[in-house]
Every structure is written in C-alpha cells, then in structure tokens.
C-alpha cells in the first residue's frame, strides 16, 4: 500500500497562488493514478484533480478547470496541484489520494476507487 504525506497548504490572498506536494512512499507509485480531493467542514469530500500513472491524461472538477494544474514526477515519488487564482470558496482540507488498481487509466474517479490517503493539508484562502 502507498502511504501518502501532503504539505504546501497555507494561508494566501484571493487570486494568490499555492502548490501542494504529496510525497508517496512504496514502489507502485509510478503504476498508480493519483488524485486530489478536498473537504469543507459539514460537506462531503469532493474530487478535484486526478492524473493517470503514465500521465497520459488529467482529469479536472469543471470549478477548478483553468486555474489548477495536476502533475506528477515519478522519479520523486511526488504528485503536485499547482494552484492559482485562488478564491476563498476553494478555502477546504485538501488530501491526496492513490487509486486501487494499477495502471489505470480511465475517466471515472470515485472516492471508493482510491485505496491510500493522507493526512491532509489545509489551504485558506482569504477575501
């Protein structure tokens, strides 16, 4: 199983930028698509970027499509979400997550589809 460490979140001004990293430990990253999700407080978790393990294709929720970008470095170990031109309704918990089945490759990312998480990082973005 992947074990998955998040960090880059923090406070920043609308319009502002910030890039989360997620550092993945075990030898299937580079066989496994990757994927953002966030939470707000009250909400259930919502999909927000996902990238197949060749990265081949990137898959994004239509609110952040444009602003953020999803990237990965396979040598690293590491999935990235380049975030810009934040607003404060992107203000959540974001977490990284690692998909159950090796290589895959297809357009459905469900949360039960993900079998590793971490921890989470906070983003805030203020008004």
């Known amino acids: 199983q992947v074990q998955l460490v998040e960090s880059g979140g923090g406070l920043v001004q609308a319009g502002g930028s910030l890039r989360l990293s997620c550092a993945a430990s075990?030898?299937?990253?580079?066989?496994?698509?990757m994927a953002w999700f966030r939470q707000v407080p009250g909400k259930e978790r919502e999909f927000v970027a996902a990238i197949t393990w060749s990265s081949e294709r990137t898959y994004y929720v239509d609110s952040v499509k444009g602003r953020f970008t999803i990237s990965r470095n396979n040598a690293k170990n590491t999935v990235y979400l380049q975030m810009n031109s934040l607003k404060p309704e992107d203000t959540a918990l974001y977490y990284c997550?690692?998909?159950?089945?090796?290589?895959?490759?297809?357009?459905?990312?469900?949360?039960?589809?993900?079998?590793?998480w971490g921890q989470g990082t906070q983003v805030t973005v203020s008004s």
């Open positions: 075990g030898r299937t990253f580079s066989s496994t698509a």
């Open positions: 997550a690692a998909h159950r089945r090796p290589y895959y490759s297809g357009s459905s990312y469900a949360e039960e589809d993900f079998g590793s």
